[in-house]
T-cell receptor, first 114, second 114 residues
């Protein structure tokens, strides 16, 4: 079965540094998402992306966050100036459509901000 | 505010036994409800999807039910196996202005003991 792949699996950074989390969604999917899960808490929606633009974003997704699809395969999440509270598991997901269709999640990137 | 509440928070059962996980939601307007299985350190994987008109849906040893009137869903696992140990997450999608934003529950942590 096709998979969503994420790199790196773990990222450690200093507070205030910029990080870029990378994702390769499933090739024929059109909708892309970023979610995060703080340790012990529920999965939280960050942003959805379609047709090269953001379609929805949550309150968490403030000016420090940005997403980009730089080419035909990659989908990235950038955090400009990381804070301690950004430490979490970040999941990328993709889906064929947007009608509440099944999300295919990657294995996540564990971000630790020191 | 859209919310999804799951119970119990955690559950320990013996291998071979059955169990039922509960999900109550206040999501409007309702589009669909999914149950996801999340293994430790992995992304969630979709088990079942329920739409408004569906009451019961099975996927192998997993059976999901939906009562749209009381806004409750359950996930029944039959003849549990050690590999069923995971977090089970209820996700309810609302249809709003052409987009479908999912609301995640906190999950039920299931441990199956030999």
């Amino acid at each position: 079965e096709p998979e969503v792949t994420q790199t790196p699996s773990h990222q450690v950074t200093q507070m205030g540094q910029e990080v870029i989390l990378r994702c390769v969604p499933i090739s024929n999917h059109l909708y892309f998402y970023w979610y995060r899960q703080i340790l012990g808490q529920k999965v939280e929606f960050l942003v959805s992306f379609y047709n090269n633009e953001i379609s929805e974003k949550s309150e968490i997704f403030d000016d420090q966050f940005s997403v980009e699809r730089p080419d035909g395969s990659n989908f990235t999440l950038k955090i400009r100036s990381t804070k301690l509270e950004d430490s979490a598991m970040y999941f990328c997901a993709s889906s064929e459509g947007d009608s509440g269709e099944k999300l295919f999640f990657g294995s996540g990137t564990q971000l630790s901000v020191l | 505010k859209n919310q999804v509440e799951q119970s119990p928070q955690s559950l320990i059962i013996l291998e071979g036994k059955n169990c039922t996980l509960q999900c109550n939601y206040t999501v409007s307007p309702f589009s669909n409800l999914r149950w996801y299985k999340q293994d430790t350190g992995r992304g969630p994987v979709s088990l079942t999807i329920m739409t408004f008109s569906e009451n019961t849906k099975s996927n192998g040893r997993y059976t999901a039910t939906l009562d749209a009137d009381t806004k409750q869903s359950s996930l029944h696992i039959t003849a549990s196996q050690l590999s069923d140990s995971a977090s089970y997450i209820c996700v309810v999608s609302a249809a709003s202005g052409g987009s479908y934003i999912p609301t995640f529950g906190r999950g039920t942590s299931l441990i199956v003991h030999p």
